[in-house]
Structure formats: C-alpha cells, structure tokens
C-alpha cells in the first residue's frame, strides 16, 4: 500500500503496518505556556534594521563551534540562527511539517520519495534541487557517525525535484532524523569555509564568524519564504549569566538566551518580552561503569536516593523546570513516572551504603576497604542550571557520607571521554527533539551509542533497541521505550533531575523570537522589529 501526504501538516499514520513512529508527531507537547507579547520600536543603524542575540550556548563548549552542520552539534547554530533549513520541521505541537520539502511518500518501509519546495536558493545563489540535496545527505552521511547511524542511507536517486532514498534497514523515524539540525541542507558545491561557514537555505547569510566570540549575520535576499525582518544580526556568545544580564540592561544586546533565573526579576516589566515553553530537555547523570566506585550498585542507587530533584527545582530554579522521573517529560506518551526512578531518601539511601559496607569514618565520609567514598562529578557551566544542580547535589550526597568533588569546566567534552577522569557526568540534553523517544537512547546508552559516555551495557536494553528500530506503530513504539526508561533506572546507569522551562528574553522593540519545545528554530524571517 502506498499513502502520500501533500503540503500540510503531516498528522495521519502513513504505514503499511498503520502507523508511522514519530512522523506522526507522537510528541502531543502540552504547549499552553509556550508563547510571548510584543511591543516597542526597531533598532536602526544608519537607516538599517539590526538585531544583537547574546547567548550562553554558542560555542565549543557545546560542541557548537561554528555552523557546518556536518560537524559535531554545530547543526544546533545553523539551524537556531537562520542560517541553514531541513526538508521537514516540527509544528509547535510537534507534529512534522514540510519544510524545504512539499510532501513525501512512504512506499514501503525501506524507500522513501520527497518531492523538493520549488524556487528554493542557496545563500550561495545555487539553485536547490534533488541533486543539491542528494549531494549534502551524502556528504553528511560520509563524515558525521550518528547521522550514518540514524539514516542509514543505502542509496539516494534523483529526478529533478524528486528524491528517491532506499534505507538499509526499515527506518521508522527517517523524517525526524531528516528534521535534526545536522540535517539542514547546504550547498556542498560552495564548500565549507575554514572558520565553519556554510551556504544554507535560510534567511540569514553568515558574513563573519570568530568561534567563542560571534557570528555576523545579513539578511538573505533571495530567501524563498519572504522578507526576512532584520537587515543585520550579530550573535555574541556570553558564556556568564551575570554578564548576559547586564549586557541586555544596559542594552548592548536586544535579546538573550540562558538569563539566569534569579535575574528574571529584572525583566519583568513593559520594557521586555519573555517566551517560554516546557522542553524535553534533561538534567541528567550517567554512571561510569569503568569506575571503580560508580561500578558498585549500591553507590549508583545511593546517589539516585541521595539527589532532591524537588529542592533543585523549586528552590534552585525558581520553579523554571519540572521534576524528573525518566528520560522524557510527562507531556509525552512515553514520559511521566516510569518505574525504577529514585525518589529524594536520604535515610534510604544510607542503609542502602551500610548494608553493601560503606562505613562511616570520624570525617564523616564512608570508606569500604580502605578505599574513600569519593566520587568525582563532571559537569561544565555555560548552562547556568548546571552548577547550580551539582551544588546541590555535593550538599545534599555529603550528608549521606559522599564526598563530592565537583569539577565544572569548559573542558567537559575532552575530559569525558576519559573515562579514569569522572565518576558521574552531569549534563543537559534535549531527550525528544524528534518527537520521538529513539533518538535518545540511540545517541546514549546503545553499545553503538556515540555518546555512551559511561560504558553502559544491558542485554535487555539491547533487545529493545532493536525492536523499537523496527516498529512503525506509535503506541507501540511508547511501550519500548517506557521498558528501556524501566530498564536503565533500575540498573541506575542515570539519574534524571528536571526538565527544562526554556526561556528567551527580548527588548519590547523585538517580535517573533519565540520558544520552541524543541529549541531548534530562534532566529526566523518572522524575527523583526515591533510596529
């Protein structure tokens, strides 16, 4: 049987088993408090419109060097900034929509045909067809390992504006992978510049790029989608929340990502614009399974016991998260409480050491055969919750003899994987920006995983992976991945802390910088000065 879907927002199984996985926008977000208000007046300079974005998160810190999307998560930049698109995207009740593509058609499980949007551009002034976009996928498969792995392209064929792509294996969530931001289509002919810059479809063109410092963007002339609202954008990287504070008091930005929640006080007037929206990012542990220490069960539940996400959350965060149970939040048919999840015991989690032998010595630190219960926690501070549940952690794990040493650093990435270096590594992750709850494990916790950063292994987890790789049916694909929640708590190979509130804060003079529930699109040709 083959179904076709045209130009509208794709909400219908389209399978021959009759249902497509996450395509189907199996992520129903519950997304009422997404949204902002406006007001103000344009910045000019010399006539022109322009628009300065501070942000904690662009830099190489998060992997997101520059934006070839073909390198490591710098997609996130490409994609965020306007820089690049993909063939589908997500709606705000993350539903898949055409994007550079008008409409595909799944002919069987392993071939797909997209028909490509017409009148399309490369920044470069190549015009987008299916050999354009045949050329990047391949050259995105040929140097980024998960995008090989969740693709799993075994050929693409060309027809003007139709692609033809056989996968290797059935791929359920072929679209949402398609709809990551590695996946942002760029011009392979143009290049890749030496300092990350690409040519993309979007409605901003990259004039300058000085990695850790900022990117400078002009408007896109040619953009297919309309009149792209600013003719200048400049996003600085300002990896301090205080400092990302005063920059948008005194006005030397227009608008900012990552304020610290403390500051949100300062912004709460007629002068500023807040939008806001539940994420399906996670605070979250992995367990080092090569570590002596995090190697004992009875130290990994202990410290699962010995974490009070609720006093992280609510007094920490000021309320700006949600309480964590498993991987996904509880607005997802595969979140909410999953069985396994630790909840805040500190009198639990001391007999739980006492019976496996950890006793506690006159520093009040527990010691088993002469060795020190210390653990070493890994965890970097451009997001400014990090430290901040670290801090709390070290507090409240030394009252149930566990002597916390906290390294927060920029140097996270090289040092993580050095598994004699780290005990816990801390660190956040959106859990379902496909909508769908493989991308997660695929990415973490699989021994294929290229994010598996603690050596996690389970026979059982295996098994459902496989079988969560094969199955079209939504409700079906929820019930794996509840079981692979299930089986990862109970071998407390992580610790799940909160979801993110994302928030982003703009002069009243700015309109159209919304929160996502996926944290993809910021930067859009709908950013532009208020009436």
Known sequence: MTTTHTDSILSRPVTRRGALAATLGVASFLLAGCGSSQGGSAAQTGGASSFTFGDTTFNSENEEPNVNPHQTYAGWACMRYGVGETLFKYS?????????????????????????????????????????????????????????????????????????????????????????????????????????????????????????????????????????????????????GDTLTMSLQSGEIDAAYGVPYASYNLFQGDGYTFSSCATSRAFF?????????????????????????????????????????????????????????????????????????????????????????????????????QPLLAESAQATLKDIGIDLQVNSTADHNTIRKDRSAWDVYQSAMVTAPTGDPEYFFTTHFLDSSSNNNGHYHSDEMERLAAQLADEFDTSKRAELAIKMQEVLLADDGAIFCSHLKMSMISKASVTGLTAHPCDFYEVTAGLRPSA
């Open 92 to 240: 705000d009740s993350m539903e898949i929509e055409p994007w550079l593509a008008t409409s595909f058609e799944n002919v069987d499980e392993l071939t797909w045909k997209v028909t490509l949007r017409n009148g399309v551009k490369f920044s470069s002034g190549r015009a987008m067809d299916a050999q354009a976009v045949k050329d990047c996928l391949d050259g995105l498969v040929a140097t980024h390992d998960r995008a090989k792995g969740d693709l799993a392209i075994a050929d693409i064929a060309v027809d003007g504006q139709t692609l033809t792509i056989t996968t290797s294996e059935p791929k359920p969530t072929l679209l949402n992978y398609l709809s990551d931001p590695y996946g942002c289509i760029i011009d392979m002919q143009a290049g890749v510049s030496d300092d990350g810059i690409v040519a993309g479809t979007g409605p901003y063109v990259v004039e300058s790029l000085e990695t850790d410092k900022e990117l400078d963007l002009r408007r896109n002339e040619d953009y297919w989608g309309g009149v792209p609202g600013f003719d200048k954008i400049k996003v600085i990287t300002i990896s301090d």
């Open 285 to 385: 542990c992995e367990m080092n399974f090569d570590s002596p220490i995090t190697r004992d069960p009875a130290v990994r539940k202990a410290i699962a016991m010995g974490i009070d996400k609720e006093g992280f959350v609510n007094k920490l965060l000021d309320g700006n998260g949600y309480v964590a149970s498993g991987a996904y939040p509880d607005s997802l048919p595969f979140g909410g409480k999953i069985e396994g999840a630790k909840d805040y015991d500190s009198d639990g989690a001391c007999k739980v050491l006492e019976d496996a032998g950890w006793v506690v010595g006159d520093d009040g630190i527990r010691a088993k055969d002469g060795t020190r219960l210390q653990v070493r926690w890994l965890t970097y501070p451009s997001r400014q919750e």
